[in-house]
């Protein structure tokens, strides 16, 4: 089989592979157990929403009560995977070597309970790689191929964790 077909069949299998995940809805789970017991979302909040505009990940706040004197962590990541293919300068310019590599980009804060036991859980949003960000730093193994990125797929993790225990009260993924 010649280099097109190879190169053909790569971006199909590809497409597919991307298409599989782009609609992947987001996975979330609140589980008090692992929250100072008594703990509940307050009246008029729930769980958290995390919505993708662009390459952007932003999450609604909420508030939750009954947790004492406990502090927490909340932590939004946001990975792009970041695929594509080297083209050998040329005539024919040719696929040289394909490529995926992942970024991640972070945010955590550390929240405070109020005196009376509640934790206001702020909004959240992180900005993840574009397509442009990644160019501007990337190079193909060899100076003179030039990189075409063929997708550019997001993923992000969100989780508030309460001081003392080890595993999230709030975990969504997506």
Request: net charge negative.
């Amino acid at each position: 089989m010649n280099r097109m077909g190879l190169k053909f069949i790569f971006m199909a299998v590809l497409s597919v592979f991307m298409v599989g995940l782009s609609t992947t809805a987001a996975q979330a789970v609140t589980n008090f157990d692992n929250a100072p017991q008594g703990a509940h979302y307050a009246r008029g909040n729930s769980e958290p929403v995390c919505t993708i505009s662009g390459t952007t990940v932003t999450c609604t706040a909420t508030a939750i009560a009954g947790v004492g004197n406990t502090n927490a962590t909340v932590e939004l990541a946001v990975t792009s995977t970041i695929s594509g293919v080297c083209h050998n300068p040329g005539v024919n310019s040719m696929v040289v070597e394909p490529f995926s590599e992942s970024v991640t980009e972070s945010t955590s804060s550390e929240l405070t309970s109020t005196k009376n036991g509640r934790l206001n859980v702020p909004a959240q949003s992180t900005t993840g790689t574009s397509t442009e960000d990644f160019l501007e730093t990337f190079e193909c193994p060899n100076p003179r191929w030039t990189p075409e990125v063929t997708s550019n797929v997001l993923s992000f993790e969100y989780t508030l964790t309460f001081a003392g225990f080890t595993e999230p009260a709030i975990s969504i993924t997506g």
